[in-house]
């Protein structure tokens, strides 16, 4: 069996907050905390860069936007030279509905798809699942995980640390 990491288990959104500073400051790069709910400011608690999924999201949008009119430009002028009511083959104002509804379609789905390859989902077997204590996480628990594979990781050493800043439960779980 192998060291997956460490899990312990915190009172309160404080503690775990200040918790979180503290393994930042000291340099601890592979650690997560989970919460019942999100905690204003654990993102710069923790040293988390801001997310990429807003330029994704834009990036779709710009593809759906081109879409949408690459497609009525060449349907209108190439495809199917139709000309109705004495308009221009090029009528832009009339392409204004079904370009924004593609930039707003790529646009979901871009925010979508792009949230779970950012989140890694889905994630059909997690270690933290086999902690007894983990699934307080859900309604009332928060913790935080240190990762084996983090430079700083020493069993002794994440031990002493974690109770020191009011860890409970310190848990390490193996992998099989």
Request: proline content about 6%.
């Amino acid at each position: 069996m192998s060291l997956k990491g460490v899990l312990v288990e915190f009172s309160s959104p404080g503690t775990v907050y200040k918790a979180a500073e503290t393994l930042r400051d000291a340099g601890y790069k592979g650690f997560e905390v989970y919460s019942p709910f999100p905690i204003h400011g654990m993102d710069g608690a923790m040293g988390l860069k801001p997310s990429p999924l807003g330029w994704i999201v834009l990036c779709g949008g710009t593809c759906g936007l081109l879409t949408g009119v690459g497609l009525q430009t060449w349907v209108a002028t190439s495809a199917y030279k139709l000309i109705i009511s004495g308009k221009p083959l090029f009528s832009y104002p009339a392409f204004v509905p079904v370009t924004f509804e593609l930039m707003v379609l790529f646009s979901a789905f871009s925010a979508v798809f792009g949230m779970l390859v950012l989140n890694r989902l889905p994630q059909h077997y997690f270690p933290y699942f086999k902690s007894r204590n983990f699934a307080k996480v859900t309604s009332h628990g928060f913790f935080i995980s240190i990762d084996a594979l983090d430079p700083l990781f020493d069993r002794h050493t994440v031990t002493e640390y974690l109770s020191k800043m009011g860890g409970q439960n310190i848990e390490f779980i193996e992998e099989a």
